[in-house]
């Protein structure tokens, strides 16, 4: 069975650019969230899907962040203007409900120069 | 959310058992614990989620006392590849967002 993939595995981009990250989470997982970790910072919540509704929103930091998830399959995250503090680690995770394990991706590298 | 503490960094040696303690004094009823295993470059890996008292899988071993004010991680007989970070995460298990909280983690370097 495949796990949670993301896409790409390392982006970098010029401050003010726009980046699109992809995550496709586990076949049937309803639940999908989103974390990153910015440098030396701990790995922190950015926001939670149950199937396409946005569940949980309290971690996006700003309104230059946009995730969508069309159908309540994959999901994509859109940071638009990028700025020089959005470099990080961006990972997805799927579980099948809110109490089972969630299953992490390899996750995405953005580095915003 | 519940903010928990755990030893930055451990050491050990191949073969032995090893019991990482987390604290969580402020967790609430429906938190879960639950510990993930992090090698670099990758992403967080499930390792054991438990509520109350004694949970064992193929991996690990979880113990938490009555009080559930603190809980510990028991990985028996290490080997190298157990090198790796691993996080001690309290949840809300009521209705609404299951959002992890992530804190420092333990470095755990098993030593052959």
């Known amino acids: 069975e495949a796990g949670v993939t993301q896409f790409p595995s390392h982006s970098v981009i010029e401050k003010g650019q726009t980046v699109t990250l992809r995550c496709d989470p586990i076949s049937g997982h309803d639940n999908l969230y989103w974390y990153r970790r910015v440098m030396g910072k701990e790995i922190k919540f950015l926001l939670h899907f149950v199937k396409e509704s946005k569940q949980d929103e309290s971690g996006m930091p700003n309104n230059r962040f946009l995730a969508e998830r069309t159908g309540g399959t994959y999901s994509t995250l859109k940071v638009q203007p990028a700025e020089l503090e959005d470099s990080g680690v961006y990972f997805c995770a799927s579980s099948q409900d809110r109490h089972t394990e969630a299953f992490f991706g390899q996750g995405t590298r953005l580095t915003v120069v | 959310l519940a903010k928990t503490t755990q030893p930055i960094s451990m050491d050990s040696y191949e073969g032995q058992e090893v019991n990482i303690t987390c604290s969580h004094n402020n967790i609430a009823t429906n938190d879960y614990i639950t510990w993930y295993q992090q090698f670099p470059s990758q992403g967080p890996r499930f390792i054991i989620q438990g509520y109350k008292t004694k949970v064992t899988n193929e991996v690990a071993s979880l113990f938490i006392p009555a009080d559930r004010k603190s809980s510990t991680l028991s990985l028996p007989r290490v080997s190298l590849s157990d090198t790796a970070v691993y996080y001690c995460?309290?949840?809300?298990?009521?209705?609404?967002?299951?959002?992890?909280?992530f804190g420092k983690g333990t470095k755990l370097s098993v030593i052959p």
């Open positions: 995460l309290v949840g809300r298990g009521g209705a609404g967002s299951y959002q992890l909280t």
